[in-house]
Protein backbone atom coordinates (compact mmCIF):
# COMPACT_ATOMS: atom_id res chain seq x y z
CA UNK A 1 0.00 0.00 0.00
CA UNK A 2 1.36 3.27 -0.35
CA UNK A 3 2.88 5.91 2.22
CA UNK A 4 -0.69 7.19 3.20
CA UNK A 5 1.60 10.44 4.73
CA UNK A 6 1.56 12.98 2.21
CA UNK A 7 4.31 14.62 2.26
CA UNK A 8 6.32 11.39 2.47
CA UNK A 9 6.02 11.50 -1.49
CA UNK A 10 5.14 14.98 -2.47
CA UNK A 11 1.82 14.31 -2.67
CA UNK A 12 -0.40 17.28 -1.51
CA UNK A 13 -4.35 17.99 -1.13
CA UNK A 14 -5.85 18.96 -4.21
CA UNK A 15 -8.72 20.62 -1.52
CA UNK A 16 -9.50 21.03 2.06
CA UNK A 17 -10.58 17.94 3.03
CA UNK A 18 -13.60 17.78 4.87
CA UNK A 19 -14.43 16.08 8.43
CA UNK A 20 -17.25 14.19 8.11
CA UNK A 21 -19.54 12.77 11.22
CA UNK A 22 -21.86 10.02 9.52
CA UNK A 23 -22.92 6.69 9.28
CA UNK A 24 -20.75 3.48 8.28
CA UNK A 25 -22.03 1.89 4.88
CA UNK A 26 -23.09 -1.40 4.57
CA UNK A 27 -19.48 -2.54 3.61
CA UNK A 28 -17.53 -0.20 6.11
CA UNK A 29 -19.64 -1.50 8.98
CA UNK A 30 -18.91 -5.24 8.25
CA UNK A 31 -15.13 -4.39 7.69
CA UNK A 32 -15.08 -2.45 11.10
CA UNK A 33 -17.06 -4.81 13.03
CA UNK A 34 -19.57 -2.30 13.63
CA UNK A 35 -23.28 -2.13 12.78
CA UNK A 36 -24.96 -0.80 10.20
CA UNK A 37 -25.28 2.51 10.54
CA UNK A 38 -22.83 3.13 13.65
CA UNK A 39 -21.10 6.38 13.64
CA UNK A 40 -17.85 7.03 12.83
CA UNK A 41 -15.62 9.94 11.24
CA UNK A 42 -14.74 9.99 7.79
CA UNK A 43 -12.03 11.74 6.34
CA UNK A 44 -11.77 11.64 2.36
CA UNK A 45 -8.95 13.01 0.42
CA UNK A 46 -8.27 13.86 -2.84
CA UNK A 47 -4.28 13.95 -3.35
CA UNK A 48 -2.07 14.98 -6.58
CA UNK A 49 1.74 14.87 -6.95
CA UNK A 50 4.30 17.27 -9.14
CA UNK A 51 3.52 14.99 -12.47
CA UNK A 52 -0.28 15.23 -11.92
CA UNK A 53 -1.08 12.30 -10.84
CA UNK A 54 -3.94 12.09 -8.88
CA UNK A 55 -5.53 9.70 -5.72
CA UNK A 56 -7.88 9.88 -3.17
CA UNK A 57 -7.76 8.15 -0.24
CA UNK A 58 -10.14 7.80 2.55
CA UNK A 59 -9.99 6.90 6.22
CA UNK A 60 -12.41 5.94 8.93
CA UNK A 61 -12.61 5.58 12.63
CA UNK A 62 -15.55 4.43 14.61
CA UNK A 63 -16.71 6.80 17.15
CA UNK A 64 -16.41 4.16 19.43
CA UNK A 65 -12.74 3.75 19.18
CA UNK A 66 -12.06 7.61 18.92
CA UNK A 67 -13.82 7.59 22.43
CA UNK A 68 -11.95 5.35 23.75
CA UNK A 69 -8.54 6.78 22.75
CA UNK A 70 -8.35 10.47 24.19
CA UNK A 71 -4.69 10.93 22.51
CA UNK A 72 -6.68 10.21 18.83
CA UNK A 73 -9.79 12.71 19.56
CA UNK A 74 -7.00 15.73 20.96
CA UNK A 75 -4.93 15.08 17.73
CA UNK A 76 -8.21 15.49 15.42
CA UNK A 77 -8.98 18.59 18.08
CA UNK A 78 -5.79 20.29 17.47
CA UNK A 79 -3.84 19.57 14.42
CA UNK A 80 -6.81 18.26 12.10
CA UNK A 81 -6.51 14.89 11.14
CA UNK A 82 -3.55 12.96 11.22
CA UNK A 83 -1.35 10.96 8.63
CA UNK A 84 -1.80 7.25 8.41
CA UNK A 85 1.81 7.10 10.33
CA UNK A 86 0.78 9.31 13.08
CA UNK A 87 -2.92 7.05 13.50
CA UNK A 88 -0.86 4.12 13.20
CA UNK A 89 1.19 5.37 15.86
CA UNK A 90 -1.55 7.09 18.47
CA UNK A 91 -3.06 3.41 17.99
CA UNK A 92 0.29 1.70 19.39
CA UNK A 93 1.26 3.94 22.07
CA UNK A 94 -2.76 3.43 23.32
CA UNK A 95 -1.54 -0.10 24.13
CA UNK A 96 -2.76 -1.57 20.89
CA UNK A 97 -0.27 -4.31 18.75
CA UNK A 98 -1.55 -2.89 15.32
CA UNK A 99 -2.01 -5.99 12.57
CA UNK A 100 -3.09 -4.83 8.85
CA UNK A 101 -5.15 -6.65 6.47
CA UNK A 102 -5.09 -4.98 2.79
CA UNK A 103 -7.14 -6.08 0.04
CA UNK A 104 -6.90 -5.05 -3.40
CA UNK A 105 -9.24 -4.93 -6.53
CA UNK A 106 -8.41 -3.91 -10.19
CA UNK A 107 -11.59 -2.39 -11.70
CA UNK A 108 -13.23 -0.42 -13.86
CA UNK A 109 -13.87 3.31 -12.37
CA UNK A 110 -17.15 4.80 -12.01
CA UNK A 111 -17.28 7.97 -14.16
CA UNK A 112 -17.21 9.75 -10.93
CA UNK A 113 -13.82 7.90 -10.18
CA UNK A 114 -12.36 8.88 -13.89
CA UNK A 115 -12.98 12.44 -13.25
CA UNK A 116 -11.96 12.69 -10.12
CA UNK A 117 -8.56 10.76 -10.67
CA UNK A 118 -8.24 11.66 -14.31
CA UNK A 119 -8.40 8.37 -15.19
CA UNK A 120 -8.40 7.67 -19.26
CA UNK A 121 -11.18 5.65 -20.52
CA UNK A 122 -10.85 2.02 -21.10
CA UNK A 123 -8.02 2.32 -18.04
CA UNK A 124 -8.67 0.29 -14.73
CA UNK A 125 -8.20 1.61 -11.20
CA UNK A 126 -6.48 -0.02 -8.44
CA UNK A 127 -8.88 0.35 -4.98
CA UNK A 128 -6.71 -0.89 -1.56
CA UNK A 129 -8.77 -1.27 1.56
CA UNK A 130 -6.66 -1.73 4.44
CA UNK A 131 -8.15 -2.89 7.77
CA UNK A 132 -6.16 -1.77 10.99
CA UNK A 133 -6.72 -4.13 13.77
CA UNK A 134 -5.50 -4.58 17.14
CA UNK A 135 -3.63 -8.44 16.93
CA UNK A 136 -4.37 -9.36 19.99
CA UNK A 137 -8.12 -9.11 20.09
CA UNK A 138 -8.55 -9.06 16.09
CA UNK A 139 -11.09 -5.65 16.52
CA UNK A 140 -10.72 -3.33 13.60
CA UNK A 141 -9.58 0.17 15.20
CA UNK A 142 -9.44 1.89 11.38
CA UNK A 143 -10.19 1.48 7.22
CA UNK A 144 -8.04 3.16 4.93
CA UNK A 145 -9.01 3.25 1.05
CA UNK A 146 -7.42 4.61 -1.56
CA UNK A 147 -8.06 4.74 -5.37
CA UNK A 148 -5.92 5.44 -8.00
CA UNK A 149 -5.60 4.98 -11.70
CA UNK A 150 -3.79 1.39 -12.20
CA UNK A 151 -1.49 2.70 -15.62
CA UNK A 152 1.25 3.89 -13.30
CA UNK A 153 0.87 2.15 -10.03
CA UNK A 154 3.13 -0.65 -8.17
CA UNK A 155 2.27 -1.82 -5.28
CA UNK A 156 5.54 -2.47 -3.10
CA UNK A 157 5.20 -4.59 0.49
CA UNK A 158 7.50 -5.48 2.92
CA UNK A 159 6.69 -7.88 5.61
CA UNK A 160 8.68 -9.02 8.47
CA UNK A 161 7.45 -12.13 10.86
CA UNK A 162 9.06 -13.62 13.66
CA UNK A 163 6.10 -16.00 13.52
CA UNK A 164 6.70 -17.93 9.96
CA UNK A 165 3.00 -19.80 10.27
CA UNK A 166 1.16 -16.21 10.32
CA UNK A 167 3.00 -15.52 7.09
CA UNK A 168 1.79 -18.72 5.54
CA UNK A 169 -1.79 -18.19 5.89
Do not use: C
Amino acid sequence: MIDTDADAFGWREVEPPPKLHTEARAEIALTLGQPEHAPVLEYPRLLTDRAGRRLSHKTVIPFAVLVEIPALEAALDSEGFPTGGQLYAILAAAGHTLAYTDDIRARMPTPDDSTALRIPGGTPMFTTHRAISDATTGRVLAYEETRRSADDTQLRYHLTTADTTAANR
